[in-house]
């Protein structure tokens, strides 16, 4: 990931910003992060995970893929997961907006689901998916989060308790429990198995 100008000091200055390009970014701490093109790995698993929740019964109205979430924090920052289930009253917020980003004065998604990059302890890819964006997402009131871990072979379900997330592991064959949406039936293994 490379940086670019210029700097943000407010989420509205980028939300005015165009630079004509189709570049992909994240605002972290005021700063656009460039992202590399989407990883077919990780489309293929947000695709699998719309699919599983429009057979739910979720209307597809709420399922996005591709929308950013600003933080709600002193650092000018906003995150574009893969996957997000937005709650109606965040549905009906963003109806009409320029932009495909869910601000800190809108309510929070119901679910937010990040493919995980490889990388271990220490590394930047690691530092901000298992330590920045969790507590990111806390501080956003977001009140569930997965991490999806294909290199590790594991599917991650933080749930918000108070102000901070508990995390529980699902390998295998392990149903992953979700408490937002309890009818879910999926295991670790199908949703990782579909990013193949």
Known sequence: MT???????TIEEYLDYDDG??????LV?????EMPPESRLNQKIASFLFGAFVRLGISTDLLVIGIQIAITSRKVTAR????????EECAIAL?????AVITGAMPPPSLVVEVVSPGEPGTENY?????????EYAARRIPEFWQVD????????LSLDSEEYQAREF????RVVSQTFPDLQLTAEQILRAGR
Do not use: C
Not at 29 to 33: C, E, N, Q, R
């Open 3 to 9: 940086q670019a100008k210029p700097r943000f000091k």
């Open 127 to 135: 530092d901000r998916d298992y330590i920045e964006k969790p507590s």
């Open 80 to 87: 574009q997961p893969d996957f997000v289930v937005l709650t």
């Open 29 to 33: 701490d005021g700063v656009l992060v």
């Open 171 to 174: 390998r295998g064959s392990d």
């Open 21 to 26: 390009a189709d570049t992909r970014y994240e």
């Open 95 to 99: 109806e009409g907006m320029k932009t």
């Open 150 to 157: 294909p290199h590790r072979a594991v599917v991650r379900v």
